[in-house]
């Protein structure tokens, strides 16, 4: 089975500083994408970025960007300028390629913004 | 576009009592999930659907759990009887293609 790791379960930054949060993972599959979800308060879990595995280049949504490093496993999300609005719990996900739809998560991150 | 609906928001019952939750997916969406989320955990799913099959739910707890979609599209989730360890977020999820898209929950307290 597919397992997820974060292994920070608190992270803090200043505002407009940049925090980079860490997401491990494990797979024999070579096909398959990686996510970021950021879940506030109000419980709703809503996409921050995504990465296919079979593309090299990072991906990059405005502030956010991602560390893809496929031989190591590692899914790191970095966020730049940091916002109070960022302030959040973070959820790296991994979900198979064509052979499946279920998508595994790791323990999350809670991210504090200090103004 | 409306977004994926889940009701009730919160919900407290009595141990031993029935309760059931409402899904009704992002229009179009074939696959549909049940997540539950513990307090500082994420989301463990617990019932997938592709169209009206339910083709994983391994993590169902059949004893008391039970779901279904009918006609492909809204979901219902019940528990009967519920336990106090039944108290979590359930999440309600619909994708059509590589990203799922969330509701916002609900919370079920069960005293």
């Known amino acids: 089975a597919q397992t997820v790791t974060q292994s920070q379960p608190e992270m803090s930054v200043q505002e407009a500083e940049t925090v980079t949060l860490s997401c491990t993972y494990d797979?024999?599959?070579?096909?398959?994408?990686l996510f970021w979800y950021k879940q506030p308060p109000s419980r709703q879990m809503i996409l921050v970025i995504r990465?296919?595995?079979?593309?090299?280049q990072n991906a990059t949504e405005n502030r956010f960007s991602v560390n893809f490093q496929k031989a190591a496993k590692s899914f790191s999300l970095k966020i730049s300028d940091s916002q109070l609005g960022d302030a959040a719990m973070y959820f790296c996900?991994?979900?198979?390629?064509?052979?499946?739809?279920?998508?595994?998560f790791g323990t999350g991150t809670s991210l504090t913004v200090i103004p | 576009e409306a977004g994926v609906v889940q009701s009730p928001r919160y919900k407290i019952i009595e141990k031993k009592q029935p309760v059931a939750f409402w899904c009704n997916p992002i229009?179009?969406?074939?696959?549909l999930y049940w997540y539950r989320q513990n307090l500082g955990q994420g989301p463990e799913l617990l019932i997938r659907?592709?169209?009206?099959?339910?083709?994983?739910d391994s993590q169902l707890p059949k004893d008391r759990f039970s779901a279904e979609r009918l006609k492909g599209v809204d979901s219902t989730l019940k528990i009967q009887p519920a336990e106090l360890g039944d108290s979590a977020v359930y999440l309600c999820a619909s994708s059509s293609d590589t990203e799922a898209f969330f509701g916002q929950g609900t919370r079920l307290t069960v005293v």
């Open positions: 996900a991994y979900r198979r390629g064509a052979t499946g739809n279920q998508f595994y």
């Open positions: 990465q296919e595995a079979y593309k090299q």
């Open positions: 659907y592709e169209n009206e099959e339910a083709v994983d």
């Open positions: 797979t024999s599959e070579s096909d398959y994408y």
């Open positions: 229009s179009g969406h074939n696959t």
